[in-house]
């Protein structure tokens, strides 16, 4: 079985288990304890917090330790929007941050507080100029994740962190996703990491709050992890986080290098080997082990199941894969195609073989699927018709209005249009995606009796 979910949880890594098992023994004491156990365990503690400190780049007086990455963006947000409450309670989050750091914002908002969402590019990037006109006098907080979780763009930090300064707004920066990989450049204020993201175990989180920074930790107050972080230290965890942080950036550098090249592989051969696909995401300034593309024709989740019976587990950023039928918030936010979506992100130590395996599988895989929805051939011939077409496709979810569309538009003349009707909230981001991949013009949308209809034009 090939596993390619790092972006979700990366493997344990080997010095992580041995450091796990080694405090289990050493390290289970009360570490604010002046006897000999809980001085032994407050010994590990201090030099799991110096190793952390001295991978992020901060003061060890500067970084607590979580009982998760989510914690650590809760307590960090809310913590720094406290702090500043007198400047006002303006917050600024980028479209396509982790769903972690978005519902924070939403129990901001919910709360009386203001929020603005900066868009992105179709590659998943912000602009730093559209965080500078984000800027507000009442703005408290300004937030933004190092590297996409979803589609592995590389955000621009230190340019967005130097606007943000030069306001006097605190950035923070969620790491998770990169701080495996190296250093976050740039003058941020607050960052958090996730222990379980770079090959630590799960239930460990990291929280940097640089000195000057106001911050006022909400919630009951507790004398642990100077009070930012309530509760009693899993110490042998922690011990294990900030020992697997400390080798997988021992490795990093050739091992970025090696995975680069196999993700290249996969961004170049996919759209080669399977037609009508789109790979997203920066082609360039995006994390080493990330790669996503999206098909056209295909049910997500089943193409995720066909895929797991193969021997690959892969993840998706597709609606059909969600409970709620709605596109994922990153992948609407860019503009792209949802349906079909594969996140594959590899994690260290990934043979080649594994890659070369899955590139064989899925082009077979991938079809199919696109056999059993009923989808059109490539090389389908135009039948005869009137100038305009209604495609209902109410009730029916994706990618069925987008086949739909894809067997009719050859049957309207050039200039004619198609309109489809539906009621599946992934249509108003698929439809106008496969307008841009295949050369047709997208009209719009118009309310409809029931549903939505969205009007396309055939260009050619």
């Given at each position: 079985?090939?596993?390619?979910?790092?972006?979700?949880?990366?493997?344990?890594?080997?010095?992580?288990?041995?450091?796990?098992?080694?405090?289990?023994?050493?390290?289970?004491?009360?570490?604010?304890?002046?006897?000999?156990?809980?001085?032994?365990?407050?010994?590990?503690?201090?030099?799991?917090?110096?190793?952390?400190?001295?991978?992020?780049?901060?003061?060890?007086?500067?970084?607590?330790?979580?009982?998760?990455?989510?914690?650590?963006?809760?307590?960090?947000?809310?913590?720094?929007?406290?702090?500043?409450?007198?400047?006002?309670?303006?917050?600024?989050?980028?479209?396509?941050?982790?769903?972690?750091?978005?519902?924070?914002?939403?129990?901001?908002?919910?709360?009386?507080?203001?929020?603005?969402q900066v868009p992105v590019d179709r590659t998943g990037a912000v602009g730093p100029a559209a965080y500078a006109a984000a800027l507000r006098e009442?703005?408290?907080?300004?937030?933004?994740?190092?590297?996409?979780?979803?589609?592995?763009?590389?955000?621009?930090?230190?340019?967005?962190?130097?606007?943000?300064?030069?306001?006097?707004?605190?950035?923070?920066?969620?790491?998770?996703?990169?701080?495996?990989?190296?250093?976050?450049?740039?003058?941020?204020?607050?960052?958090?990491?996730?222990?379980?993201?770079?090959?630590?175990?799960?239930?460990?989180?990291?929280?940097?709050?640089?000195?000057?920074?106001?911050?006022?930790?909400?919630?009951?107050?507790?004398?642990?992890?100077?009070?930012?972080?309530?509760?009693?230290?899993?110490?042998?965890?922690?011990?294990?986080?900030?020992?697997?942080?400390?080798?997988?950036?021992?490795?990093?550098?050739?091992?970025?290098?090696?995975?680069?090249?196999?993700?290249?592989?996969?961004?170049?051969?996919?759209?080669?080997?399977?037609?009508?696909?789109?790979?997203v995401g920066d082609p360039v300034r995006r994390l080493p082990g990330v790669v996503t593309f999206s098909c056209l024709y295909v049910d997500g989740?089943?193409?995720?199941?066909?895929?797991?019976?193969?021997?690959?587990?892969?993840?998706?950023?597709?609606?059909?894969?969600?409970?709620?039928?709605?596109?994922?918030?990153?992948?609407?936010?860019?503009?792209?195609?949802?349906?079909?979506?594969?996140?594959?992100?590899?994690?260290?130590?990934?043979?080649?073989?594994?890659?070369?395996?899955?590139?064989?599988?899925?082009?077979?895989?991938?079809?199919?699927?696109?056999?059993?929805?009923?989808?059109?051939?490539?090389?389908?011939?135009?039948?005869?018709?009137?100038?305009?077409?209604?495609?209902?496709?109410?009730?029916?979810?994706?990618?069925?209005?987008?086949?739909?569309?894809?067997?009719?538009?050859?049957?309207?003349?050039?200039?004619?249009?198609?309109?489809v009707l539906s009621d599946d909230e992934a249509a108003r981001l698929d439809i106008p995606a496969w307008c841009e991949m295949r050369g047709q013009?997208?009209?719009?949308?118009?309310?409809?009796?029931?549903?939505?209809?969205?009007?396309?034009?055939?260009?050619?």
């Amino acid at each position: 079985m090939a596993y390619f979910d790092a972006a979700s949880a990366a493997p344990l890594h080997p010095v992580a288990r041995q450091a796990l098992l080694a405090s289990l023994d050493e390290g289970w004491a009360d570490p604010a304890r002046l006897y000999r156990e809980g001085r032994r365990a407050r010994l590990l503690l201090d030099a799991a917090r110096e190793a952390a400190a001295e991978a992020v780049g901060c003061r060890a007086d500067e970084l607590v330790f979580t009982p998760s990455g989510t914690r650590a963006v809760h307590a960090g947000v809310a913590g720094a929007l406290a702090g500043r409450r007198r400047a006002g309670t303006h917050l600024i989050v980028s479209a396509v941050e982790h769903s972690s750091v978005l519902h924070t914002a939403e129990v901001h908002e919910a709360g009386g507080g203001s929020v603005t969402q900066v868009p992105v590019d179709r590659t998943g990037a912000v602009g730093p100029a559209a965080y500078a006109a984000a800027l507000r006098e009442d703005t408290a907080l300004a937030c933004l994740q190092s590297a996409n979780h979803e589609v592995g763009t590389e955000q621009p930090v230190a340019e967005v962190a130097e606007v943000c300064r030069a306001a006097g707004v605190p950035l923070l920066v969620d790491a998770a996703q990169s701080l495996g990989w190296g250093r976050v450049e740039g003058d941020w204020s607050l960052l958090a990491g996730s222990a379980h993201k770079w090959g630590g175990p799960s239930g460990v989180g990291l929280l940097v709050v640089r000195k000057g920074v106001r911050f006022a930790p909400q919630g009951p107050g507790d004398e642990r992890e100077s009070g930012r972080a309530p509760g009693f230290e899993n110490l042998p965890a922690i011990v294990a986080a900030a020992a697997s942080l400390r080798a997988v950036r021992a490795e990093a550098a050739a091992e970025a290098a090696r995975l680069r090249e196999l993700t290249e592989r996969i961004r170049t051969r996919v759209p080669a080997l399977v037609p009508d696909v789109e790979v997203v995401g920066d082609p360039v300034r995006r994390l080493p082990g990330v790669v996503t593309f999206s098909c056209l024709y295909v049910d997500g989740e089943t193409l995720l199941h066909e895929l797991d019976r193969a021997g690959f587990s892969v993840s998706s950023g597709s609606s059909c894969t969600s409970s709620t039928l709605t596109p994922s918030h990153v992948l609407r936010a860019m503009g792209v195609l949802s349906e079909g979506n594969v996140r594959v992100s590899l994690p260290p130590g990934t043979p080649a073989e594994d890659v070369e395996r899955f590139l064989e599988v899925l082009p077979g895989t991938v079809a199919a699927v696109r056999e059993k929805l009923g989808a059109p051939a490539a090389t389908q011939t135009a039948r005869a018709a009137g100038p305009d077409l209604v495609v209902d496709a109410l009730g029916r979810r994706c990618p069925v209005p987008v086949i739909e569309l894809a067997k009719v538009i050859g049957d309207v003349p050039v200039g004619g249009t198609v309109r489809v009707l539906s009621d599946d909230e992934a249509a108003r981001l698929d439809i106008p995606a496969w307008c841009e991949m295949r050369g047709q013009e997208y009209v719009g949308e118009e309310p409809a009796e029931k549903g939505t209809a969205y009007l396309i034009r055939r260009t050619g």
